[in-house]
């Protein structure tokens, strides 16, 4: 089945300490995505990638940072993990942007859950 | 800019009950789309709604599009315990496209 994979489900890293969340694909999507989600909150989008075009928000920290090597694959890095990034990590694929035209349906994958000591 | 709002916040019903929540807008969408988040686990779309006034189920699920294109609502028949989770609307930002999301109707169901 075509899906969305998410490794590690859970992580647990040091204050300050470097730690990669990685996300694979298998749907052959242009559109790739990272959302931030705290204690049952909605998801917050952090950035995303249309095919190898990065998209920051305005407000996600530069501690957080992204690379997406090819069209599966995207990480998510954090540079020097904050008690306050401790939340659930979801990455999310779509198929191309609506302003292209296309639907808005997003799929997600199970998530990371990052725990800060 | 633009948000939606889901009401209740939050569920708690009887097995078997029939359950109703919405999405409302001050602003128009064009898409409306509901998730449901299980504990620990990633958002997975139940229905995709494109056409105000379109009626859509998917089992026991049924949603529909408002013909104001700022509502939308999602019921959900004779409820099980496995329909506990977290349910989410969302919808393109007329901007940007990116999605926005409501604050999400917690649902449990007593057996």
């Not at chain 1, 249309?50 to 996600?60: G, L, S, V």
């Not at chain 2, 089992?59 to 496995?82: E, M």
Request: net charge neutral.
């Amino acid at each position: 089945d075509a899906m969305v994979i998410q490794n590690p489900r859970y992580q647990v890293t040091q204050f300050g300490k470097p730690v990669t969340l990685s996300c694979s694909q298998t749907l052959n999507h242009n559109v790739m995505y990272w959302y931030q989600q705290k204690s049952s909150q909605a998801p917050k989008l952090l950035f995303h990638y249309y095919d190898k075009d990065f998209n920051n928000e305005a407000d996600t920290p530069d501690n957080f940072q992204s690379r997406r090597p090819n069209t599966s694959f995207c990480f998510l890095d954090i540079r020097s993990p904050g008690l306050g990034d401790a939340a659930m990590y979801l990455c999310a694929t779509s198929r191309g942007l609506p302003t292209a035209g296309y639907y808005n349906e997003q799929f997600f994958g199970p998530g990371t859950r990052l725990t800060v000591l | 800019g633009q948000q939606l709002n889901q009401s209740p916040q939050s569920m708690f019903i009887q097995e078997g009950e029939d359950v109703s929540m919405n999405c409302t807008s001050s602003s128009i969408f064009n898409t409306w789309l509901w998730y449901k988040q299980e504990p620990g686990e990633g958002p997975v779309l139940l229905i995709a709604l494109y056409k105000a006034g379109e009626l859509t189920s998917n089992g026991r699920l049924t949603a529909q599009f408002g013909i104001t294109r700022k509502d939308s609502f999602l019921n959900i028949s004779a409820s099980i315990p496995s329909d506990v989770g977290i349910y989410f609307c969302a919808g393109p930002s007329s901007n940007t496209g990116k999605l926005i999301f409501g604050q999400g109707t917690t649902l449990q169901v007593k057996p």
